[in-house]
């Protein structure tokens, strides 16, 4: 396999990893040009819609076969989380009317979000503890990216060897 062809199989099965950037420089682009010359107008709820609504449904439309349905609907409440995030600092807080009534979802989603990363944090550190646990079972236990799940399992070895330090007396 060549790299063009292995580039082309990823861009494809990840076209969302490729599209997002080109939505966010878009949004403030739009935003520097609209709110610095006055038209903020509606520009601050289409913006938002695009963050919340929009860009998780691209998400859903790009995973929605590789993953379950719950991991993938977790994933489109993050996305939508980081939309209302980013668009706290896209748009300029002069112009900011209707993101000040969404910082309590910002604050639940994010809370959300630290939660299911604990979940996933103890679900990984309980496998790798129990015996030899591998990316695949890391990442069907918590629905992980195969990289992230190795990466889980470097980071859950080295809390065991340090334990394993600790109880040794050091």
């Not at 977790?74 to 910082?103: K, N, T």
């Not at 604050?107 to 979940?119: D, F, K, N, S």
Request: glycine share 6%; net charge positive.
């Amino acid at each position: 396999m060549t790299i063009a062809s292995s580039i082309r199989r990823w861009s494809g099965a990840n076209w969302f990893l490729i599209v997002l950037p080109v939505l966010a420089a878009t949004a403030w682009m739009t935003s520097r040009t609209a709110f610095a010359g006055g038209h903020s107008g509606s520009l601050e709820a289409a913006l938002l819609f695009d963050a919340c609504v929009t860009v998780p449904a691209l998400y859903a439309l790009c995973y929605w076969r590789k993953r379950a349905l719950w991991q993938t609907a977790l994933r489109m409440l993050g996305v939508a989380c980081l939309g209302i995030y980013a668009m706290s600092w896209i748009v300029p807080p002069e112009a900011q009317r209707l993101l000040p009534s969404f910082e309590f979802a910002r604050t639940i989603g994010l809370a959300l979000l630290i939660a299911i990363e604990l979940r996933i944090v103890f679900v990984t550190l309980k496998l790798v503890f129990r015996g030899k646990a591998d990316a695949e079972q890391i990442a069907a236990a918590t629905g992980a990216p195969p990289l992230i799940a190795k990466l889980m399992i470097l980071e859950a070895r080295f809390y065991k060897a340090v334990w394993r330090f600790l109880r040794r007396g050091g």
